[in-house]
Every structure is written in structure tokens, then in C-alpha cells.
């Protein structure tokens, strides 16, 4: 039997149909008040008035007859009462530190605290504090000394704001509590409106709680009803340390109900007492998995494998899924199984976690970047207020903002990619509009704000209102955000109107998001489904038959130490303050008390060393397995299992894969892709070292992130290179000179700085080449390109005679398959001969051996053939290789304005610039056949494309993750296929 139905039967037969309407009943919870009417209801056959039945703050509230005051409306009465006492209050600095104090203000009247001798103790602490700070400087005195001055108005300040309060009769929770506890007689005994009163399920108690509850029962008025059992009550258990304090208590501890518990100590003589954790048969599973994420998907798999549990009355939900981070409610629901069709969420979604607040975030931020410009004398700095290039992307890029352009003709890709090409990294408001052509979104999100409240809500409003249209009768969470969001803005928008000094940003960044996380959207649904979906503060007076509780994790159950106070610890415990010691004790019982009628529990945790601060397993999972046999062995009829989900670890680990199967539409898009875009070395690397990744990028057109720096990447020092050499190729080209003398190279080496300069200003405007990174890339680049010109100058006094061909190349040539005109692509940085000997140079900045270029000379040529594209070692060999095809095949036409003959073989290389010593690295053994010759060559090298191609169009062969982790590390598309962090 389930608490509730055991208390609603226990009150039932102390009243008639007639008589029972004249008591009341309180729970904590407006959810525990929803069943207990329903196992009320169940127990008559005929309609009756029922009593009054109400959750506690519902009760106090009512009782108290003031009204709660909004939390926002709160926060400016402190502001206006600080500042009858501080004129230069700064409302920025006070928004950051004021919830805290209301926190405060707020404890102290719900434990009903000597406010004036605990603001006593709060001074002089900080008063010895001050004390030694004598000696030492600080950089801003001013706010040192309002600081302290902050303690020394607390006590003045909580007065002056009660008294403000109470004038508007209005209050917060904790002096609407004290207010009834102060006056129990006048409030209950003088003008009663119930004959008595039964409290509930209760746990932990505030002093005023408890003063109201005592004081009703020593004056015979009321009773309460403990919900514990044998195995917490006993010794010293952390889940049942207030309820032994209760039961002790004589007036606390009345009734017939009570009397069950009186004997706990003496536990299993007392057969009456309550012991269903010690010896009713259950079974637990204790579950690790690698990340939080996880949970969801094997809570579902668990749930899929459940036989369905028939028989139980329609009021009482057997099934519990219980969140211990609230942050996994989205993705356990898009995880409930399709036969759990009838469930109920009693959590509501928070703002918080919502798409939309963490757009409304981005764009505070955005709103915040100002630029520091140096002036053009040099001396001294000008902010310049511009919105970056990493903040535009992020906002055009979020997916709230992304619904929009998928319902457009245009596109916010052209803007980004316009900012990217010039490399801006900073831009106005009117360059915006002017690259979007004035688009109405573009014109919304990116209009400043200039520090004014007012255009912050204008600007808002439009974005909803842009916004709206997209998700009405299609998406009805995402409309009920912005709905919520609307009422939000106006609601903030009237509480500032009243107030007659600005509001800065700042402050009104603070208030809005403050709003948006106090908001949940709740769920309709029927109350009393087999299914609730809830968190675990909601779950207390009920009982399930099968639980699972998500993040069992220190951290998440129980919370830890956190204290978010002004008040010191030791004063907290002088006083009778709650601290996190009290924290844990409560979620100790709601933990033990959940589980102590259920029949099949599975806990879940993340496992230690996997994602996340929290990751150790929770003491309340320790608790179970050391203390159980301790506490009655001989009656326990536990059933544990645990359970561990391991993460694939190392290269070779398995893992779960993503399959993209092809199908006709991608065949088709394969083709085109082939015949339009062609094949690059890089393709067929990416192919065989993923061929997801290939599929992404060649076939579907995901674009990579578009990102600018403030420094060079690895790319980009590569490109800047590069771009020196190609420059200089083209301007001896120019002037007819294709073999270079040492006084060429020497002209060059003096040049190099002036050349670095004007490569840098072309390719990568916006940034600055002289600081930071970029600086120390310049001097490596310059230190490198020295290298390689004193290397070719050791080539010419060594007797080689270098005659430059062609610079850097686009090469295209084209093959049949199957009917169609295949494209193979490249892009060579250098075609050179050296004594008769064409070869075809590739620069590389990076670090390359001669052993990474070729095959073994005696390599099988059957085996070559065989693994030539597949073997990850060999991505270099397959570059050049294909440079080589595409010069051969090349053959009758030209090369920039040189011609080969038909019989002319080529030998591509390697210079790289980390390894200059080596010189051109030379592709000296790839045959494949002993007496190659090009037409051979080619032969041969289109029978391997045609292989690629076979598996590249054949259906049976879906694109799939790679089983190698390490490169999932800087994919682009990690995040898609699962593998990103």
C-alpha cells in the first residue's frame, strides 16, 4: 500500500461523508495533493464534500493574506531601500550581489532567526576581516569600503524592506511564513476555518514550519503523519536524521499514526513499525555508463524490455522516471518508447535549457563587443563598438535562426562566406545590413543597442514576431517559448516602466535571463498516467513499483557543498540556518524514501573518469550496498546487479558505427559530384580514411565551419608560403627567365621580408602580422624561405642546372566510366626539369621523409594493386602519384606554354621545409608494371580509378564512420555522426 492511500484511509475512518469536510490536509506538494484526492475519492461509493487539501506554500500563503511579491519587483524594492541609505549605490554592481541577500533575508525569516543578532555576527566577522587588511593595498578602495559597508547596512535593510512591504501587503515566502507563525492562535484558534488539521509526508522542517505544526498540536488541533522507515530510523542514517528529531518530540509525535514509530529503536521487535527498504523482496540495478547522455538511451532500452504492469487502479501511476539533472528531460523524452504512449511529465521544461535562451544569450553577448583599435600615430587606443565575425556565425549559425533561412530564397551563407574571404574580422552594424541587402532579420539581430533598455525590448519583439510565423501549428514547444518569451518582455518591460532611472544592459541582461530561468513551460497530459517523468523533489509522498533515477553522481544526489550566502557557516549552524550538511540529509530521504515501497529500482550513473566534474558514483549507491546486510542480514531480501557500460577504448576498440546506404538519389549525386566537381588526392584520402566523412563533404555538401582568426592557422601559414614562391615563378616567367642564377637567389633572400609583407596584406586582411603568433610565424616563414633559396643556391654550385617549367597549376584531365566523363583534378606548386628529367615539385611546410614517398623496391606488383588505395600509410604516395597521371595525361597539350612528348615520363616529389636537408624528395620506385611506360602508366592508373570509382557507386557499400577515434579528433563532422565533444 502507497503512503498516500495508507493516510487517506487512516483519515477516512476518523470522519463521515458529512463531517470530513470540515478538516484540512496538508502535503508539500501540489502534486502529492492531486493523488491523495484521488485515493480519497477512491474510497467512497458515493459523491461527499471534500476537505480542503493543500500544498504547504499554497496554505501559508493563504493563511498569511498578503500576496507574494514577484521576484523581479523585489529586487528594485532592495535597490529603492539600499538606496535611501547608500545615494551611490551602483544599480550593475547591486543586481550582482542582491539575490543572494533576498536568499538571505529570506532563511532567516522562514527559521524565524534573531535578524538583528545574526547581521550582528555577519558585521563582526567582517569587521575582523577588515581588520586585517591594514597592511595591505588594494587597487580599488572605493569598492573595498562599499563593500563592507554592504554588512553594515544588512540589519537596517531588512527592516526598512519588510516595513515597505508590509505598507503594499505583500511578502516573500519566508516572511509570509513567519508572519503565520508568529500569529498561530489569532490565525488558526480565534478564527478558524477548519476543526482540524493533518499534515502530511513532511521531512525536514523550517523553524517556522515546525512552530506552526507544534503549536496546532499541543493545542489538540492537529496531526502529522511521518512517512520512514526501519532501515533510515535507525542508528544515525543520514535519510532519517529530522524525522528521529520529530518523533522524539512529544507534541510532533501525536496521534494513533505515530504510535507505530515509538519502538523504532528497538527494530524487528517492533513488528508494527514500517521496515519495507529491510524485508519486502526487491530487486536493484546499479548501471554505469560512459556520459551523461547515455542514460536516456538505456533508460528507453530498459523500458522497451518491460512487460507492461496490468491490474493497478487508473489513480495510481506505477512507473517512475526520475531525473536527478533536470537537464536531460529533452532528451529522455525524445527517448520514451513509442508503446509508452499515455505518460505524464511533471517537470516542465526550463527556459533555461531552451534553444532560445541561449539565443537571447548570444545576443547579449554579441551586443557587448567593442573593439580596440590603435590610432594611426600609434599613440593610445580608440574602442570602436563592431560586432565580430565569431559572434555573427554563431548567431546566423543557431538553429532557432537557421528555421528562418530554410523558409527564405536566400541565404545567410553568402554574407559569412564574404566575411571570410576578406577576412573581416570585425564589422558595423551598416556594413551588415549592406552585404545582407537590408534583410529583415540580418537588420534585427544585428542593430545596437547602445546601451538602452528600451531598443534591447523593441529589438526583441521584433525578433519574435519574425519568428513566430515558422513555428505556429508546426513546432508547439518552440511556440510556446516564444510565447513565453513574449510575456517575459512584457512583464519585465512594466516592472521597469515604473521605475523612473534607466536601466542599463547590463542590468537588464541580468533580469531578463534571470526571468527566463525561473520559467518552465509545463506539459498537458493526464496527471495519473502509468508513466511520470519527474524530478526528485517532486516525488515526495509518492510511491511507485518500478523506479529509475538518472545521475546518481556525487555532484547531482546529493548536491555537495554548496553555499550561496552571505551568512558564515559557523554562524548558519549557531543560528539554526539550513546548510549543505541539512541539503544532504534531505535529499537522503527523498533518495530512501523513493525506493522504499518500490519493488524494481535501476539507478544510473556516469562512471569515474567519464564526462563531466561529476562523475563519481553517489555515497547513497555505497550506502545501499555496505549498510544493507549490516543493518538485519538475516531479513533482507535484496536482488542487486550492477552494471557496466564501457566506452571503446584505443585504435582498434569497436564502436558503434553510422551507416549512410546508397541509394539511387545518391548514386545519382555521386555521378554528378564525379562528373562535375571531379577527384582530387585529397578526396581519394579522405575516402579511404572515412569514407562518412567523404560522404559529408563531397556528396552531401555540409559545409566545414567557417571560422576567422585573429591568427594564421596551419593552412593559412602554408598558403602564405606558398604564395611567395608562386609569385616569384610568375614575375621570372614574366620576364622570360625560367633558369635562376645564385644572384636571383641572393635578389630573392633580401626580398623576402617585403614579399612575406605584401602576401600577408593580400591574403589575410584584418589581421595584424607583427604580434602574437602571427609574428612568430613570420619568422619561421622567413627563416624557411632563406633555407630553401640557400638550398637552391647549393643546387646550382653542385652543377645542377634547374629550369623552371610552369608555376603552380590547375591540372584537369578526364577518362571514361561506364559512359561518362570522369574529372581528375589537382593542383601542382611547381613543374621543373633538372638534366633532361621533368619533375613535378609539391611544397610541403610540414615536416615529410623520403621513406614516406615510395614503396619498397621488390613490392609485389599484384599486392600493390591490391592495396595501393587502401593502405593508410600511403597518403602521400597517392598524392603524387596522381600529379604524376595528370601531367603524363597531359601529353599534346600544355602545361602553362610548355609541351611534353608523348614518350616524356615524369618523377614527382616532395620539398619540405622542416627537412630542407633532404632536398627534393623523389618518388623513385612506384611501378606498376617492370617495363612502365606513360601510356602504360596511364593504362594502369585509370584500371585503379575505376576501382574507386566500383566501390564508390556500389550499392552494397555504405558510407560508414571510421573505426579510428584519433581521427574523429579535428573532424569537422564529428559532432554530426556522434564522435564530437
Same mark, same amino acid.
Given at each position: ?508 541582461? @541580468? =533580469? *531578463? +535571463?534571470? &526571468? ?7 506539459? /498537458? ?6 508513466? !511520470? ?85 553517489? @555515497? =547513497? *549507491? +555505497?550506502? &545501499? ?7 538485519? /542480514? ?6 542487486? !546487479? ?90 621570372? &616567367? ?248
Amino acid at each position: 500500500m502507497s503512503f498516500l492511500s495508507e493516510s487517506a484511509d487512516y483519515i477516512w475512518k476518523k470522519y463521515t461523508p458529512e463531517t470530513i469536510s470540515k478538516i484540512s490536509v496538508v502535503l508539500p506538494s501540489r502534486r502529492a495533493v492531486y493523488f491523495f484526492k484521488q485515493e480519497l475519492a477512491a474510497l467512497s461509493d458515493r459523491p461527499f464534500l471534500a476537505p480542503e487539501v493543500m500544498a504547504m506554500d499554497d496554505f501559508v500563503m493563504e493563511r498569511s493574506g498578503v500576496q507574494e511579491i514577484d521576484p523581479v519587483a523585489l529586487l528594485f524594492e532592495l535597490y529603492d531601500t539600499f538606496k535611501g541609505i547608500d545615494p551611490h549605490l551602483d544599480f550593475d554592481r547591486f543586481t550582482s550581489w542582491a539575490p543572494v541577500v533576498l536568499r538571505d533575508f529570506d532563511q532567516i525569516d522562514l527559521y524565524g532567526c534573531n535578524a538583528r543578532e545574526v547581521f550582528r555576527w555577519v558585521e563582526a566577522e567582517k569587521a575582523i576581516e577588515r581588520w586585517g587588511t591594514k597592511d595591505r593595498e588594494f587597487t580599488d578602495q572605493v569598492y573595498t569600503q562599499n563593500y563592507f559597508r554592504l554588512f553594515e547596512n544588512l540589519l537596517h535593510v531588512y527592516d526598512q524592506l519588510k516595513v515597505r512591504l508590509e505598507q503594499q501587503d505583500r511578502a516573500y515566502r519566508g516572511m509570509a511564513y513567519r508572519k503565520v507563525a508568529e500569529n498561530v492562535e489569532s490565525i488558526f484558534i480565534d478564527n478558524p476555518s477548519h476543526d482540524y488539521y493533518y499534515f502530511l509526508g513532511f521531512n525536514a522542517l523550517s523553524a517556522s514550519e515546525e512552530r506552526i505544526l507544534r503549536k496546532l498540536s499541543s493545542l489538540n488541533r492537529a496531526e502529522m503523519l511521518w512517512d520512514a522507515d526501519a532501515y533510515y530510523l535507525k542508528g544515525h542514517h543520514e535519510a532519517g536524521r529530522f524525522i528521529r528529531k520529530y518523533l522524539a518530540d512529544a507534541d510532533l509525535s501525536r496521534g494513533e499514526w505515530n504510535k507505530r514509530f515509538r519502538h523504532y529503536k528497538s527494530f524487528p521487535m517492533a513488528p508494527e513499525l514500517p521496515a519495507e527498504l529491510l524485508i519486502k523482496p526487491k530487486a536493484f540495478t546499479e548501471m554505469g555508463v560512459p556520459n551523461a547522455t547515455m542514460q536516456p538511451k538505456v533508460t528507453a532500452y530498459l523500458m522497451e524490455n518491460w512487460e507492461q504492469i496490468e491490474g493497478n487502479p487508473v489513480y495510481r501511476p506505477h512507473t517512475a522516471v526520475v531525473l536527478g539533472d533536470e537537464n536531460l528531460l529533452m532528451p529522455m523524452l525524445a527517448s520514451i518508447p513509442e508503446k509508452y504512449d499515455d505518460f505524464n511529465v511533471t517537470m516542465g521544461v526550463s527556459m533555461r535549457s531552451s534553444l532560445l535562451y541561449s539565443l537571447v544569450e548570444s545576443l547579449f553577448e554579441l551586443q557587448r563587443n567593442v573593439i580596440e583599435f590603435r590610432k594611426k600615430d600609434g599613440v593610445g587606443t580608440v574602442m570602436v563598438p563592431k560586432f565580430s565575425y565569431k559572434h555573427i556565425a554563431k548567431i546566423l549559425h543557431h538553429p532557432f535562426i537557421q528555421n528562418y533561412w530554410m523558409q527564405q530564397e536566400e541565404s545567410f551563407r553568402p554574407l559569412l562566406r564574404t566575411l571570410k574571404n576578406e577576412n573581416r574580422l570585425f564589422v558595423d552594424e551598416k556594413e551588415l545590413r549592406e552585404l545582407a541587402n537590408d534583410e529583415p532579420l540580418v537588420r534585427t539581430l544585428f542593430t545596437r543597442w547602445d546601451n538602452d533598455s528600451k531598443k534591447a525590448t523593441h529589438a526583441l519583439y521584433a525578433l519574435i514576431d519574425i519568428l513566430r510565423p515558422l513555428y505556429d501549428e508546426k513546432d508547439a514547444i518552440e511556440t510556446e517559448y516564444l510565447y513565453e518569451f513574449y510575456t517575459i518582455l512584457k512583464r519585465l518591460e512594466r516592472l521597469l516602466a515604473e521605475r523612473k532611472a534607466p536601466v542599463s544592459i547590463k542590468s537588464y541582461r @541580468r =533580469f *531578463l +535571463l534571470e &526571468l527566463l530561468r525561473q520559467t518552465k513551460i509545463p506539459f /498537458s497530459g493526464e496527471p495519473a498516467a502509468p508513466l !511520470q517523468v519527474m524530478g526528485m523533489l517532486e516525488t515526495r509522498c509518492l510511491d511507485f513499483d518500478r523506479v529509475i533515477i538518472l545521475s546518481v553522481n556525487e555532484g547531482t544526489l546529493p548536491t555537495g557543498k554548496k553555499q550561496n550566502s552571505l551568512i558564515p557557516f559557523d554562524a548558519a549552524q549557531e543560528f539554526g540556518l539550513p546548510t549543505y550538511m541539512d541539503a544532504d540529509a534531505v535529499m537522503s530521504y527523498h533518495f530512501f524514501r523513493l525506493i522504499q515501497r518500490a519493488k524494481e529500482v535501476v539507478f544510473l550513473y556516469t562512471q569515474p573518469g567519464g564526462e563531466g566534474p561529476k562523475s563519481e558514483k553517489s @555515497r =547513497f *549507491l +555505497l550506502q &545501499l550496498k555496505h549498510e544493507w546486510e549490516e543493518s538485519n /542480514s538475516s531479513q533482507s531480501k535484496l536482488k542487486t !546487479q550492477s552494471i557496466e557500460f564501457q566506452a571503446p577504448q584505443g585504435e582498434g576498440a569497436e564502436v558503434t558505427q553510422l551507416l549512410i546506404h546508397k541509394t539511387p538519389r545518391i548514386q545519382q549525386e555521386i555521378l554528378k559530384s564525379l562528373t562535375e566537381r571531379g577527384v582530387y588526392a585529397t578526396h581519394l584520402n579522405m575516402y579511404y580514411k572515412c569514407s562518412l566523412q567523404y560522404y559529408f563533404k563531397r556528396i552531401a555538401g555540409v559545409a566545414e565551419e567557417e571560422e576567422v582568426s585573429e591568427k594564421l592557422e596551419a593552412n593559412d601559414f602554408g598558403v602564405w608560403v606558398h604564395e611567395v614562391l608562386e609569385r616569384i615563378d610568375r614575375e621570372m &616567367l614574366d620576364r622570360d627567365v625560367r633558369i635562376y642564377q645564385e644572384m636571383d637567389y641572393e635578389q630573392f633572400i633580401k626580398q623576402i621580408p617585403a614579399r612575406l609583407e605584401a602576401v600577408f596584406q593580400d591574403k589575410f586582411k584584418g589581421q595584424v602580422m607583427d604580434e602574437g603568433q602571427n609574428l612568430l610565424l613570420y619568422n619561421i616563414a622567413r627563416r624557411n624561405l632563406k633555407n630553401y633559396f640557400q638550398m637552391r643556391i647549393e643546387e646550382l654550385k653542385s652543377g645542377m642546372v634547374v629550369e623552371m617549367l610552369a608555376p603552380e597549376q590547375k591540372l584537369t584531365a578526364s577518362f571514361e566510366y561506364k559512359g561518362h566523363q570522369v574529372l581528375i583534378s589537382g593542383k601542382i606548386d611547381r613543374l621543373e626539369r633538372v638534366n633532361e628529367q621533368v619533375r613535378i615539385v609539391d611544397y610541403k611546410t610540414g615536416k615529410v621523409e623520403a621513406k614516406n614517398l615510395d614503396v619498397k623496391a621488390n613490392q609485389d606488383l599484384e599486392e600493390l594493386h591490391q592495396q595501393f588505395l587502401t593502405n593508410e600509410d600511403w597518403e602521400v604516395l597517392r598524392q603524387l602519384w596522381l600529379y604524376k597521371y595528370l601531367v603524363i595525361k597531359q601529353n599534346h597539350k600544355q602545361i602553362g606554354d610548355v609541351a611534353l612528348s608523348a614518350s616524356q615520363m615524369v618523377q614527382p616529389g616532395m620539398i619540405s621545409f622542416r627537412n630542407l636537408a633532404e632536398g627534393f624528395m623523389a618518388q623513385e620506385q612506384l611501378r606498376f608494371r617492370a617495363d612502365e611506360t606513360p601510356e602504360t602508366f596511364i593504362e594502369d592508373s585509370e584500371l585503379i580509378l575505376t576501382q574507386f570509382m566500383d566501390e564508390l557507386l556500389n550499392e552494397a557499400t555504405p558510407f560508414i564512420q571510421t573505426e579510428n577515434l584519433k581521427a574523429c579528433e579535428y573532424c569537422d563532422y564529428a559532432r554530426i555522426c556522434g564522435r564530437g565533444v
